[in-house]
């Protein structure tokens, strides 16, 4: 037990020694290891390679440069938890965890460590109600917004009714593939249609029993959130039945580059997205320019460009611009973690915004409030053209169906608040 | 020169048989004590606590719970996982259903409950031994997870199925929840801790740890000289998962605060703390402690040289941990089969003797 007592020792006196500069810190909770590695890597190539250019390009956010301290977590709740502890004492601005399940472990600490939480995309869902989640925010889309969306393009293709269909939920068995369960099944009562779960347990690779039942179902659509080898063994499960491809939607968690087949095994298949695809932006050549050219690109630099590169070069660009409101709003260029909350809250997107970061019609035009932390929940439908080897929108940025959703977003956090004795803020 | 026993005479049975009958342990213990208790609290940060401490001390239950079952009464479990799940919905579920309650009483029932259902999941122990228990065992880890995953009622019906623990104050100290200090929970655990290893240590020097010891060696054997193996089996069972759940409870209520049964209660987590034990040492409790350590700190600290200290890319120091921490663990095996705990034992055997080998 003595020996333990002295790595303690060693391990405390090596966290305390970490630098302390003025910078503005977004501590990059990553995981380029583990089973999820495929869908972690571009995520966190494209945040922290964002941060390498507004450095490089703009000499930071203001004149103040950004750091960018990469902590390990392999999607591991546990790790996650460590990570957070380790980075947040060095002015971390805020986390961005890219796992439902840190989200959650993070929430209630974070909040009381006055440090902001963006999930855009994933998370908890009813952190839209800010009045309960001060320090929570997932704009633009979440899971709830996103499930309406789909069922939105179904209703559209369909000519406004869905009476009478099946539609299969294929998801990934954690808190994060349950997630759009309740607005599906309360779209399902509203739409006639009949909703049937079909739970894939971690990693995904295992899918033979769930695809048996889909083919005696015979559904008309397969809904699917599925998150690394999940997404490919479903496809190619799909395609082995020979399910149409064009009934197969995922969430944008299920549409990346890493998913799709080789060859036309998955042309056709459908998936929900909150920014755009491809790298047609002006923001790319600075990249290429500032980035990838000096050799400062992260990773080996070969995500540039894919799909989920795309998200965390967004995910980067809401919590830079971000961070430029708090600095207007507070009058200093030095932020503090607490300030950067208020510059979330007041965050406006608009078409000027995007064009001046490089990323015009990227994403949707949303405004942050304090009420409301969710934004819009704009989202697109993309389709994956297999001749071509890329990704079409084929559906704009709409609005979900706010009416479904806002009401489970107010029952769910106020549970939460019963549950944790939180009492809503005024907004 | 370490080892001073000449004139340490023992004048009662009580002293002669005490836990630490030779004075240099014993005083060792209590500097031990004294330095958890006392000295690490005025250095605890957020991050030695909530990194490094209290799962050091939240797995080291665990493995000691385990350590009864495998170390001791020689049956193979892989069900820890699921029974850690268990004492943390039941935690989750206490907490939430009775707000009033104290924290210490909802983690002992918590431990209670997991020893009922830890108890039946060892019933088949009677008839199924070896590796075919380890499969049985095996079909607890999975049943309850699917369960705890699958009915609603668990998790209150939220609607991703993660369970978060509201907080608690205990003598008007937060000890759960985010706005706990990282002294109070490391104390809770703490005292948790060090009184499950005081009552494993005098259970496994009583009646009933003998008898599942001779359940271990032999148990035809034990059956002839009157251990009744339903009863010794059973109670290990029962004692081994009251240990685990109580783990559960802690790693939910006081270390994470949220957790998701497919996740934090993975068949991982069974093979985590079977490997502790195994590098701690079978059948010993110091073993637990050091087992746990060894396979908490270890990962954290090569994170901390590798990354902090060298400035490795994340990615590449991840990879190097599980190279390094996979061959420390052939080593120690290689080396000594019976766990740290031999090493130590060898050691204390080799310091009492010495400067004078003969």
Not at chain 1, 174 to 195: D, R, W
Not at chain 1, 406 to 413: C, E, G, T
Not at chain 2, 174 to 185: D, E, F, K, L
Request: aromatic share 12%; with cysteine; glycine share 10%.
């Amino acid at each position: 037990m003595k020996f333990n007592k002295l790595a303690t020792v060693a391990l405390v006196t090596l966290a305390v020694s970490v630098p302390v500069a003025a910078e503005l810190v977004f501590p990059s909770l990553s995981y380029r290891t583990g089973p999820y590695a495929a869908g972690g890597t571009p995520v966190a190539d494209g945040y922290a390679d964002y941060f390498t250019l507004l450095n490089q390009r703009d000499g930071g956010i203001q004149g103040i440069l950004t750091s960018v301290p990469e902590c390990e977590t392999g999607y591991n709740t546990a790790k996650g938890v460590e990570c957070y502890e380790a980075t947040k004492g060095d002015g971390a601005l805020v986390y961005q965890p890219l796992s439902t399940g840190i989200t959650y472990q993070l929430i209630p600490k974070a909040t009381a460590d006055d440090i902001p939480i963006l999930t855009t995309g994933y998370g908890r869902t009813s952190v839209a109600n800010g009045a309960i989640f001060s320090h929570v925010f997932n704009f633009p889309a979440n899971y709830w917004t996103g499930a309406s969306r789909i069922i939105n393009h179904l209703l559209a293709e369909n000519g406004g009714s869905l009476k009478g269909k099946v539609i299969t939920l294929l998801h990934h068995n954690s808190g994060y593939g349950k997630e759009p369960i309740a607005t599906l099944n309360v779209l399902a009562e509203k739409h006639g249609f009949e909703l049937i779960i079909s739970p894939v347990d971690h990693p995904g690779q295992e899918q033979k029993s769930q695809w048996l039942q889909i083919r005696r179902d015979r559904p008309d659509y397969v809904l699917m959130w599925g998150w690394g080898v999940m997404n490919q063994v479903a496809l190619k499960e799909a395609a082995n039945i020979r399910f149409p491809m064009e009934n197969f939607i995922g969430i944008w968690w299920s549409g990346t580059d890493n998913d799709v087949l080789e060859g036309m095994g998955s042309h056709g298949y459908k998936a929900a997205t909150f920014h755009a695809v491809g790298n047609d932006f002006p923001v790319y050549d600075d990249i290429e320019k500032y980035v990838v050219k000096r050799g400062l690109a992260a990773g080996d630099g070969s995500n540039v460009g894919s799909v989920l590169y795309n998200r965390g070069l967004y995910a980067a660009m809401l919590a830079a611009e971000s961070a430029r409101t708090a600095q207007t709003l507070h009058k200093t260029a030095n932020i503090t973690s607490g300030m950067m909350r208020d510059g979330m809250e007041a965050l406006v997107i608009d078409e000027a915004v995007m064009a001046r970061v490089g990323m015009p019609g990227f994403g949707p035009s949303f405004s942050v409030s304090c009420e409301n932390h969710g934004g819009p929940g704009m989202a697109a439908i993309q389709q994956w053209d297999g001749e071509a080897r890329q990704w079409k929108l084929i559906d704009g940025f709409e609005a979900p169906d706010m009416d479904v959703i806002a009401p489970l977003i107010k029952a769910d956090s106020e549970a939460y608040a019963a549950e944790n004795n939180i009492t809503p803020r005024d907004c | 020169m370490f080892y001073r026993e000449s004139g340490d005479f023992k004048k009662t049975y009580q002293t002669d048989s005490q836990t630490f009958p030779i004075k240099f342990d014993r005083w060792r213990y209590y500097f031990v004590m004294l330095v958890a208790f006392i000295v690490i609290p005025m250095f605890l940060t957020d991050y030695s606590a909530n990194a490094v401490m209290i799962p050091f001390l939240v797995w080291a239950i665990a493995a000691l719970g385990l350590n009864i079952l495998v170390g001791y009464c020689g049956q193979l479990s892989l069900g820890t996982g699921g029974f850690m799940a268990v004492g943390a919905y039941a935690t989750y579920k206490l907490m939430t259903s009775f707000p009033g309650m104290d924290m210490v009483s909802v983690i002992l029932l918590s431990g209670l409950i997991t020893a009922v259902v830890g108890t039946l999941f060892g019933l088949p122990s009677l008839r199924i031994k070896g590796f075919y228990l380890a499969v049985a065992t095996l079909a607890a880890q999975f049943f309850l997870v699917w369960l705890l995953n699958k009915v609603p009622w668990f998790y209150n019906y939220s609607a991703s199925g993660q369970i978060s623990a509201p907080q608690r104050e205990m003598f008007g100290v937060i000890i759960t929840g985010p706005y706990a200090t990282p002294v109070a929970a490391y104390l809770f655990c703490l005292v948790f801790a060090v009184g499950l290893a005081w009552m494993t240590r005098n259970l496994t020097r009583g009646r009933m740890g003998r008898s599942w010891m001779a359940i271990r060696d032999m148990d035809i054997a034990a059956e002839i000289i009157g251990v009744n193996p339903l009863a010794a089996k059973l109670s290990a069972f029962a004692v081994s998962s009251f240990l685990i759940g109580i783990s559960g409870a802690l790693l939910f209520s006081v270390y994470l605060g949220a957790a998701e049964v497919t996740e934090a209660f993975s068949i991982n987590v069974s093979f985590a703390v079977l490997f502790m034990v195994i590098i701690g040492g079978l059948g010993s409790i110091f073993g637990s402690f050091v087992g746990a350590g060894f396979m908490v700190l270890m990962p954290v600290l090569l994170k901390n040289v590798l990354v902090g200290g060298l400035g490795w890319p994340t990615d590449l120091a991840a990879h190097f941990e599980f190279i390094i921490v996979g061959g420390l663990i052939l080593i120690f095996l290689i080396l000594e089969p019976h766990g740290l705990a031999q090493m130590a034992r060898v050691l204390k055997e080799k310091l009492r003797l010495w400067p004078f080998p003969h």
